[in-house]
T-cell receptor, first 116, second 109 residues
Framework: GAVVSQHPSWVICKSGTSVKIECRSLDFQATTMFWYRQFPKQSLMLMAT?????????EQGVEKDKFLINHASLTLSTLTVTSAHPEDSSFYIC????????????FGQGTRLTVV | GIQVEQSPPDLILQEGANSTLRCNFS?????LQWFHQNPWGQLINLFYIPSGTKQNGRLSATTVATERYSLLYISSSQTTDSGVYFC???????????FGDGTTLTVKP
């Protein structure tokens, strides 16, 4: 099946710094990618929809200036957590859908962000 | 938006037992997937099953789209089956995945 690669797998950063997370579709093109966040013992919640060549669409309650999304090519979307704070510590996962009439969603390995 | 409910929230089994996990959804869906989240957080795709029945080894899944539910069967459970199982639905062809709250399965030796 298709592969979505996410990097880094984990990152520790100091409060106030920015962190960039990459999401790549390795063997297919994805005009749309999705970013999710998961807090401990909770489900995955959609943060934003990343659209190639245009602005991302953010879910209600997600600060677009804090979580910058760039989807500059058909195989790469990036999420930058700006001025990170300890409450931003979470597990971030991206996904992209394949092609076809009922495309399957493929997920990256996830990035565990710890802000100290 | 669409509601996705999973049951039971927690399940404790003895190794070798069988189990059934359920996923109910409140609207018609374009796609449904079952995942197993491993201890490192990675989502392992178990089934892509918008309708019908599929089997993969000790696991099988059935989705009855007209009645808006899906079932995941685990037979002869093993300790390595422990973890959180999520179902996720997609409404439209290009749409986002909406996850249920998951079922936490613990298989004891």
């Amino acid at each position: 099946g298709a592969v979505v690669s996410q990097h880094p797998s984990w990152v520790i950063c100091k409060s106030g710094t920015s962190v960039k997370i990459e999401c790549r579709s390795l063997d297919f093109q994805a005009t749309t990618m999705f970013w999710y966040r998961q807090f401990p013992k909770q489900s995955l919640m959609l943060m934003a929809t990343s659209n190639e060549g245009s602005k991302a669409t953010y879910e209600q309650g997600v600060e677009k200036d804090k979580f910058l999304i760039n989807h500059a090519s058909l195989t790469l979307s990036t999420l930058t957590v700006t001025s990170a704070h300890p409450e931003d510590s979470s597990f971030y996962i991206c996904s992209a859908r394949g092609t076809g009439p009922k495309p399957e969603a493929f997920f990256g390995q996830g990035t565990r962000l710890t802000v100290v | 938006g669409i509601q996705v409910e999973q049951s039971p929230p927690d399940l404790i089994l003895q190794e070798g037992a069988n189990s059934t996990l359920r996923c109910n959804f409140s609207d018609s869906v374009n796609n449904l997937q079952w995942f197993h989240q491993n201890p490192w957080g990675q989502l392992i795709n178990l089934f892509y099953i918008p309708s019908g029945t599929k089997q993969n080894g000790r696991l099988s899944a059935t989705t009855v789209a007209t009645e808006r539910y899906s079932l995941l069967y685990i037979s002869s459970s093993q300790t390595t089956d422990s973890g959180v199982y999520f179902c996720a639905v997609i409404i439209t062809n290009a749409g986002k995945s909406t996850f249920g709250d998951g079922t936490t399965l613990t298989v004891k030796p």
